[in-house]
């Protein structure tokens, strides 16, 4: 499928000079977004994953039906004061300034195979401090996908002692 043909790209998005990939155009066509679920999958098949853990929000739209098609958990991570029980946090740099994410303290259990999933790899940031705050619950992240991988930014290097996928890749 030409996922890259139903990727909707806005120049200037959040901020000048940013080129936004916007998935909301692959999850209004149900063949694209079934297609999608179906190559993320493929790539996570043969890795007795146990959960996935998807970074909020874009996280939550790919990774909880990628759960559901491989029959495992679902845990997701979010912006301070959003989980109703006691959590855990990393923050992490961006480039000006930090930013948090917090976890259940429960939600992984030692030695998990955990599957990060999102919707798009650019720095890495977001899936690094989700990696860290899985290892500091004990559990092994097993792999780390996207649908969508920006190559320009390198990301993939924050993410060098993982193994990483992605579906669709942009320069």
Known sequence: ????????????????GINF????????????????????AEQLRNKNID?????????FLIGAPLAYELGVGFVPVRKPGKLPSDTI?????LEYGTDKLEMHKDAITKGQRVAVIDDLLATGGTALSTCKMIEQLGGVVVSVGFFIELEDINGKG?????????????Q
């Open 1 to 16: 499928m030409d996922f890259k043909g139903k990727i909707r790209s806005i120049k200037d998005f959040p901020k000048e």
């Open 89 to 93: 946090s990393f923050e992490y740099e």
């Open 51 to 59: 959960v996935i853990v998807g970074p909020e929000a874009r996280g």
């Open 21 to 40: 990939r916007d998935i909301t155009t692959v999850l209004k066509d149900k063949e694209a977004f079934r297609e999608c679920i179906l190559q993320m």
């Open 158 to 170: 924050v993410l060098q002692d993982y193994d990483v996928f992605s579906i669709v890749k942009f």
